[in-house]
C-alpha cells in the first residue's frame, strides 16, 4: 500500500512541473555570433589593441554590426599609437585607419615618433554635420573617424589643420589619406570641417572618392557656421564607452 501511494505522489509530482520552454532557433545563432571572432577582428586583433563590442542600432539607417573599441595600434617595431580617446568603429573601418597609420602616417613624423591620435568622433548615430533631417552620416554606421592633432613623443601636438605646422607634412598626410579612405574632409569642404580631419570608407557608384582638405599656409577668415559640438560622453561601468561629419 505505501508503496503504491509513492509511486502515485511521484507520478502526480512530475505531471505538475513543466519541462524547460524548448530554446527559439535563432537564439544559438545569436549567441555564437557573440562568440564567434569575424576573420576582420582575428586581423585587427594583430594590429591593434581592441575590445569587442555589441552591434549598434538606431533610428533610420543608423547601426552596424562587427562593432570594435580601437584603442591603440600596434606598430611594427613592437611600440603602440594610442587613440584618445578610444574610437567606436566598424571593424572594416578600423582596420583600414590602423593600416594607414602603422604602413604610412607614423613614419611622416620621422626621426620623431608618433604616440597617440586625437580621436574628435566616431560612431554616433546622426545626420551630417549634425544637421537635423540630414542623410544619416558615416558616423551613424561605424565607418568614419575625425582627429584634431597627432601626439608626439616628448608631448608635442602636431594638428593637421594649422598652418604653422609643415605645409609638406600636411600635404603628404593628405595625399597618403586621400589614397587610402573614400572620404577625406578638411579645411575648406562644407565649413563644418575648420578645426578637424573627417576620414571615411563611405562606398560610392563606381569607386568614386571625395578629397576636400586645403593645406593653407595662413589662416583665412571662414564663415561662421553653427557647429555642434559632440554630446558629452556618458559614464559607463560596464566597460563600454560612448562616443561627430
Not at 584603442?71 to 603602440?80: L, N
Not at 611622416?108 to 552620416?137: E, H, M
Request: net charge neutral; with cysteine.
Amino acid at each position: 500500500m505505501l508503496l503504491s501511494l509513492l509511486v502515485g505522489c511521484g507520478a502526480a509530482a512530475s505531471e505538475s512541473v513543466p519541462l524547460p520552454r524548448e530554446r527559439p532557433a535563432d537564439a544559438a545563432i545569436d549567441a555564437s555570433a557573440e562568440i564567434v571572432p569575424s576573420p576582420c577582428r582575428i586581423h585587427l586583433e594583430t594590429i591593434a589593441q581592441i575590445t569587442p563590442l555589441p552591434g549598434r542600432h538606431g533610428p533610420g539607417s543608423c547601426g552596424a554590426i562587427d562593432m570594435v573599441r580601437l584603442e591603440a595600434v600596434k606598430m611594427p617595431d613592437a611600440a603602440s599609437v594610442a587613440i584618445n580617446p578610444p574610437a567606436e568603429l566598424r571593424c572594416e573601418m578600423a582596420t583600414q585607419f590602423a593600416d594607414w597609420v602603422r604602413n604610412d602616417a607614423a613614419a611622416k613624423f620621422a626621426p620623431a615618433r608618433l604616440t597617440a591620435i586625437a580621436n574628435f568622433d566616431s560612431y554616433d548615430c546622426r545626420g551630417r554635420n549634425r544637421v537635423a533631417g540630414a542623410k544619416v552620416s558615416e558616423h551613424g554606421k561605424g565607418n568614419a573617424l575625425d582627429i584634431r592633432a597627432f601626439a608626439l613623443a616628448g608631448g608635442k601636438l602636431v594638428s593637421p589643420v594649422d598652418p604653422k605646422v609643415a605645409h609638406e607634412l600636411r600635404d603628404s598626410l593628405k595625399q597618403s589619406a586621400c589614397k587610402t579612405f573614400s572620404t577625406v574632409l578638411g579645411p575648406g569642404s562644407d565649413g563644418y570641417h575648420e578645426q578637424h580631419i573627417h576620414f571615411d570608407i563611405a562606398a560610392r557608384r563606381g569607386g568614386y572618392r571625395i578629397c576636400q582638405w586645403d593645406v593653407r599656409d595662413k589662416a583665412i577668415e571662414v564663415a561662421k557656421v553653427e557647429i555642434p559640438t559632440p554630446r558629452a560622453r556618458p559614464v559607463f561601468t560596464s566597460g563600454q564607452s560612448a562616443h561627430a561629419d
